[in-house]
């Protein structure tokens, strides 16, 4: 075991991730590496829940991220399932510690309240459109502190402002990238609570990595440009700062931000897809992470003894669905054919989905035989049909207009807080409506897509027992059929749809 500093105060790292959707394969990621340092040091790893953004956290996604950690094999000391000394792990449940920071750094100064409505901040982007500035213009910053305290306790709504210095730069360290510098006059006055009472996510994270005791903060490079207000933040309090680390972002093959657009990027997908934990536990070490002796294949235990935060590269990791697949091909290939089968049965007979299926299928049974052919299309990847297949089922054989409504259903499937029968039948409805199409005319390229076959399981059922995402890895592998049939969504007719969808369904999610 090796301490960082000898004395220093214990390894702690976390993973702090808001439950706002799929589990991402991002946190995974910077899960692994929060661990494999934490375990390097002998120290604790610990997971905490993000759900301040109270119109967006749900339940089932923190359930979620918690199986798919599980899944994946990334253990946590502490964490909002197994409690922990600071417990409670899950920020909706710390809000009277975060009010009370707040008064302290209001009192101090640190922070203001500000009184401005949505209309005037309204006006000021408007008026800081096309010109250098943007953010907040501090307005209220120059309000008498004891004038605006009174007002904020009759009541009147505000926000509450972090107060950022008018001049001056700030000097931020991080491990892997050395001083960067920032002038003040560019980080904005960051709303640490807002109206509601809520903290946001700034206030939030900062106080529970003090008081959790994390020494290391280890997270994505997009967390960069929040640092100078984390830092002021532990200043105001007179907190000593953890170190921090700044992870590069998964790309994509043509090194864009990782996006579902592109990748399946939830890690349901990964597991509904049949990959093995340990083959992307160590792709993705393996994405940012080399070992001395250059070695490829590794486990998380042998990761974490080996670790060394020093060795991990900046450069852009590419994370490649086919690097990725001979990878897990090389693991699959390599077990020992009982262990083999021991993870096909846990793959194959799960018994949630048997349950659901089984039911449906009887009524379409003449001998046991018939199934295995009914069930197949939940237990594959890509299905295998030509583009004309799809095409034939096109509402008025109208190919451009499929591509349409099949990205029109991925959007609309994305936005949808639950995953079931009724969510996904209402969703169906509604895309009739607005495209003007009986469900009748409309269901059949879907059904294709899904199950890779015209008729089948009820469609609603068979895409609720596949899950979302690989739903809607299903519609993602018959846009690029359709590509290869020469019909793609691109460039200038993808922004005309983009718009034509706006209009008709509001944003994407
Ligand atoms: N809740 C943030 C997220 O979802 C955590 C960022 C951090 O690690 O500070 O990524």
Known sequence: MNQETPGAAPVRTRVAPSPTGAPHIGTAYI??????????HGGQFILRIEDTDQTRSTAASEQAILDALRWIGIP???GPDRGGAHAPYRQSARTDIYL???RKLTESGAAYPCFCTAARLAELRRSQAGTDNSGYDGCCATLDPAQAARRAAAGEPHVVRLRIPTDGECV??????????????KVDHQVLLKSDGYPTYHLANVVDDHLMGISHVIRGEEWLSSLPKHLLLYQAFQWQAPE????????NPDKSKLSKRRNPTSILYYQRAGFLPEALINYLGLLAYSFPDGREEFTLAQLAENFDIDRVSLGGPIFDLQKLRNFNGRYLRGLP?????????????????????VPLAQPRLSQMTDLVPQAAFLFADRLDYAPDQLIKTAPGGDAAAL???????????EKLPEWDNAAVRDLFNRLATVENLKLKQLMPPFYV???????GLPAFDAMVQLGRDMTLRRLQYALETLETGGVALKGRQLKEFTAAYQAAYGSPA
């Open 31 to 40: 899960a692994l590496f929060n661990y494999a340092f934490a375990k390097h």
């Open 172 to 185: 931020m360290q991080d491990r892997l990238r050395g001083a960067i510098r920032i002038p003040w006059h």
């Open 76 to 78: 946590w000391d502490e």
């Open 244 to 251: 921090f680390v700044h992870l590069p972002l998964l790309r």
């Open 337 to 357: 054919p009982a262990e083999l089968w021991h993870r096909l049965q846990d793959w194959l007979l799960r018994d949630e989905v048997w349950q659901q299926i």
């Open 449 to 455: 897509a899904v199950t890779g076959a015209p008729v």
């Open 403 to 413: 591509a349409r409504l099949l990205k029109t259903a991925q959007w609309e499937m």
């Open 100 to 102: 009370e920071h707040v």
